[in-house]
């Protein structure tokens, strides 16, 4: 862990798990750490004890992470996303938030989704890698809306390889474009490039297959640039006119 502004680590939490590929940390600093593909289990970092605990049981990696407004958890895996509520009775039990298990190209079907994303209406948000879309599966509905890539109703972007996905309160869409190495976010016109503008590469305006990213509280946007070993952070800047821009 990395204090803001601090190139030195403030704290190191090490733990059983092997292999993690994502985590979620919630707005009290606890922490919900993958560990999946060895151990088959969702860990969760307590705060307050610096203890862990198994919070979900599962049969591969998540390759995302979300914990939503009702403290629901989400685990995205292969060809599916299971959610687990911690007020359930029964400590273990996983339910099927959206795919069939299958892969498949199918309104309800998924292929490799990564990123995932619940708003406060219980809409999830899926970035449905391979099938290089995002899907919006709305609270309870099983089939999925493509609101992002080439099969979309208004097709304004393509994307390949999509790995991350975030919806800020105003309803506008943040996408992690891995396999094109860019952040992409909607607006009035449709979607616009915000990063990672310029190809492929290693400078300070350019990402690598980045594979994760994440908003903090003054909208600057931390991403893990997977290929050129670094976290890059993109200011947010307001132009003359007020409009936001990333720096």
């Not at 629901?72 to 060809?79: D, G, K, N, P, V």
């Not at 099927?96 to 309800?108: C, D, P, Q, R, Y």
């Not at 208004?154 to 309160?169: E, M, S, V, Y």
Request: some cysteine.
């Amino acid at each position: 862990m990395w204090h803001e502004g601090s190139v030195n680590r403030t704290k190191t939490i090490s733990g059983s798990f092997i292999e993690p590929v994502s985590l979620f940390v919630t707005s009290n600093g606890d922490i919900y750490i993958d560990d999946g593909q060895k151990n088959g289990r969702v860990q969760k970092w307590i705060a307050e004890t610096n203890t862990f605990v198994t919070v979900m049981n599962v049969n591969s990696s998540c390759d995302g992470l979300f914990v939503d407004i009702n403290d629901t958890l989400y685990c995205s895996m292969s060809a599916q996303v299971v959610k687990r509520s911690f007020s359930d009775s029964v400590k273990f039990s996983n339910r099927v938030a959206a795919g069939t298990g299958i892969e498949g190209s199918a309104s309800n079907q998924l292929e490799g989704p990564y990123g995932i994303f619940v708003d406060v209406n219980l809409d999830l948000y899926v970035a449905d890698c391979h099938n290089d879309r995002v899907q919006l599966f709305q609270s309870g509905e099983s089939n999925g809306i493509t609101v992002a890539g080439s099969t979309s109703r208004n097709p304004t972007i393509k994307l390949r390889l999509p790995c991350g996905i975030i919806l800020d309160a105003d309803k506008y869409l943040f996408i992690l474009d891995s396999f094109n190495s860019r952040i992409i976010g909607s607006g009035l016109n449709g979607f616009r490039c915000l990063a990672g503008c310029y190809g492929r590469g290693s400078q300070s305006n350019q990402l690598s297959s980045p594979f994760s990213f994440s908003f903090d509280s003054y909208g600057n946007i931390f991403v893990t640039d997977q290929y050129n070993d670094r976290i890059q952070k993109f200011l947010l800047i307001k132009d003359s006119f007020g409009k936001l821009r990333k720096s």
